[in-house]
């Protein structure tokens, strides 16, 4: 019992599901929200506020910036994609405070939040970043 417990503990220290996203990020808590991904899927659609710094290019030279008491949520397409685990990797390598978001941008979508960029139905803005 008590490994099982220590397994989900683990687990939820490490990711986050959109709903508790959403109320972090209301309710003022010191988090940052990145996306993974390409800045040509950021701009066509990202979660409101979110900076864009692909996976790839994580580095020391572009998380300068980045408040380290943060905790720095990460996220990608969803399921299907890995992005925000390789982004989540190399932001824990760089020193940061990681969780992935569960489900990325499609459980966002299907959880009913709102986005951001220039793909329809979103309101047409740019990722942080670029």
């Known amino acids: 019992m008590d490994e099982q417990m220590e397994f989900y503990e683990r687990k939820l220290a490490f990711e986050i599901d959109s709903w508790d996203l959403k109320v972090a990020m209301e309710s003022g808590e010191n988090i ?4 993974a991904r390409s800045s040509e899927a950021c701009q066509k659609e990202h979660i ?3 900076i864009n710094i692909p996976h790839r290019n994580m580095c020391v030279e572009t998380t300068q910036y980045i408040d380290r008491d943060a905790t720095v949520v990460v996220y990608c ?4 994609c890995n992005a925000s685990t390789k982004g989540a990797l190399n932001m824990t390598k760089l020193g940061f405070r990681v969780k992935e978001l569960i489900g ?8 009913g939040h709102k986005t ?8 047409a803005t740019t990722c942080g970043c670029d």
């Open 32 to 35: 940052l929200v990145i996306d």
């Open 48 to 50: 409101p506020g979110a």
């Open 77 to 80: 397409d969803g399921i299907g």
């Open 104 to 111: 990325g941008l499609d459980w966002w979508k299907r959880d």
């Open 116 to 123: 951001e960029g220039s793909a329809e139905g979103a309101k």
